[in-house]
């Protein structure tokens, strides 16, 4: 079950955000079979208590420890990382997983939608990247690892409509992951910065978006073999797994059948 270069983060914390579906799951669920002690968060943790006990069932060697958290609030974000500094020590690795795409078209969206995604694609991962670093900071970690999970859509723009507001918040993850690496060179840390970045990933996520027609979400991940969520979690142990002196920047995986 152990990776190789997965034995330094043993009983190290590692927080996921949207840990309650989805990628975030598979990435916690991958985390404890390492070993690690992850936190896992979420507006609603239903799904994330269920996790843990599965985790601790299926004999994992790290916990799950499920914490609530609106992302779109920041005093939220903060008291969560106040309660991980005082019951954990701190974050190691953070990995900023929660996202949500709202179907507002640049010409009629709704200002609320944008919000929306501005506030937990931007805002969040921006509050809890600045949080982690200091909390890496102030406890000496000087190996930590910051992980954005991207998409695609960080790197072109679909001819979809629907897309183009959440495309310009991906892009801003690209943007933001590179300017990380930048300011933690210029910080002189070894603490690493990577995004990666999936195409179709067969997760609620489309039927989310399409929250109005389920037939068009469903035929999303019809028409070819998706990504699954434990891919990008694969994904995200090869990163941690590397030697310290290796930064990936960003890994762009998609199905094989994805034309764009």
Not at 62 to 86: H, K, Q, V, W
Not at 164 to 173: E, L, P
Not at 225 to 251: M, N
């Amino acid at each position: 079950m152990a990776r190789p270069g997965m034995e330094r983060w043993r009983d190290r914390l590692a927080l996921v955000t949207g840990a309650s579906g989805g990628i975030g799951a598979a990435v916690a669920r991958a985390l404890v079979q390492q070993g690690l002690k992850v936190v896992g968060c979420a507006r609603t943790v239903g799904n994330i208590e269920e996790l843990a006990a599965e985790c601790k069932s299926a004999g994992y060697p790290g916990t799950l420890i499920p914490y609530r958290c609106d992302l779109s609030n920041e005093e939220d974000i903060l008291s969560m990382f106040s309660a991980i500094r005082s019951q954990h020590s701190g974050v190691d690795i953070c990995i900023n997983n929660a996202g949500l795409a709202r179907p507002d078209t640049l010409l009629s969206g709704s200002t609320s939608g944008w919000k929306d995604m501005f506030n937990v694609n931007v805002l969040a991962l921006s509050i809890c990247t600045r949080e982690a670093y200091q909390s890496m900071k102030e406890r000496n970690v000087d190996d930590g690892h910051i992980i954005n999970i991207n998409s695609m859509s960080g790197h072109r723009v679909l001819p979809l409509s629907v897309t183009h507001f959440y495309s310009a918040t991906k892009y801003a993850v690209t943007a933001l992951t590179e300017g990380l690496r930048q300011e933690l060179r210029e910080a002189q840390t070894h603490i690493r910065a990577t995004c990666i970045s999936p195409g179709v990933v067969e997760t609620q996520f489309a039927f989310k978006l399409h929250d109005k027609d389920p037939e068009k979400a469903a035929g999303t991940y019809e028409q070819m073999k998706c990504l699954k969520p434990e891919d990008v979690a694969e994904a995200v142990i090869y990163v941690l797994s590397t030697p310290a002196h290796i930064q990936i920047g960003d890994i762009q995986m998609r199905p094989t059948e994805q034309v764009t």
